[in-house]
């Protein structure tokens, strides 16, 4: 399976950005997904994560009533709908996903497909 992150950019704080993740090489609809972000010189932490059909989601409480994580099964792809950005969001984001995975989880080590990252920027 391969996952590919897009949609990063810069962009001024309060602006939005739309970042999708694209899974191809296997039954997205199978897969719990989540999203990750990592600032420089930070740990990789958790930001968003949905359910196999999108009947749960989970945010971490720095982007709560920001963010948003959907899904498209019919187009294999997740996405992360960011509103009112600020300074602090500025990472690299990474999706994540794990083949038969039923719940959100926060954790790393319970993904076992990464994509590469996509750059956001939030300038003050």
């Known amino acids: 399976v391969q996952l590919q992150a897009s949609g990063g950019g810069l962009v001024q704080a309060g602006g939005s950005l739309r970042l999708s993740c694209v899974v191809s090489?296997?039954?997205?609809?199978?897969?719990?997904m989540a999203w990750f972000r990592q600032a420089p010189g930070k740990e990789r932490q958790f930001v968003a994560g949905i359910t196999w059909y999108g009947s749960s989601m989970e945010y971490t409480d720095s982007v709560k009533g920001r963010f948003t994580v959907t899904r498209d099964n019919n187009k294999s792809t997740m996405y992360l709908q960011m509103n009112n950005l600020k300074p602090e969001d500025t990472a690299d984001y990474f999706c994540?996903?794990?083949?038969?995975?039923?719940?959100?989880?926060?954790?790393?080590?319970?993904?076992?497909?990464w994509g590469r990252g996509t750059q956001v920027t939030v300038s003050s």
């Open positions: 090489g296997d039954t997205f609809s199978r897969y719990g």
């Open positions: 994540a996903g794990r083949r038969n995975l039923q719940v959100v989880t926060s954790r790393e080590d319970d993904y076992d497909s």
